[in-house]
């Protein structure tokens, strides 16, 4: 059964930073492009990060560019997302999701996606 869990969400104050963690049970994480996704509420979910399988490239929104880092430990099974000099504006739910076989260019968009985890809530908040 293929799985993907996220973990590493929480409240932190602006400016502070936070790792978040897409652990891949029941398929090999490697061979998959994997993204980010957040929603806030009342707002339709949103690419925020994406690193494709072949040769580790990377797609950030323009909103993350700078502050965000996507990288992937195919050791582990796991990929992560290293959030920088957060903001308000970051608070969502954040999703990882994995797809094999799409064109990575279009990896910033939710409907490549096949597997998606069950989300992990960042709130960012003085």
């Known amino acids: 059964q293929l799985q993907l869990v996220e973990s590493g969400g929480g409240l932190v104050q602006p400016g502070g930073s936070l790792r978040l963690s897409c652990a891949a049970s029941g398929f090999t994480l490697g061979y998959y492009a994997m993204g980010w996704f957040r929603q806030a509420p009342g707002k339709e979910r949103e690419g925020v990060s994406c690193i494709s399988s072949s040769d580790d490239s990377t797609y950030y929104a323009d909103s993350v560019k700078g502050r965000f880092t996507v990288s992937r430990d195919n050791a582990k099974n796991t990929v992560y997302l290293q959030m920088n000099s957060l903001r308000p504006e970051d608070t969502a739910v954040y999703y990882c999701?994995?797809?094999?076989?799409?064109?990575?260019?279009?990896?910033?968009?939710?409907?490549?996606?096949?597997?998606w985890g069950q989300g992990t809530q960042v709130t960012v908040s003085s």
């Open positions: 999701a994995a797809d094999q076989g799409s064109p990575f260019y279009n990896c910033l968009a939710s409907g490549m996606y096949d597997y």
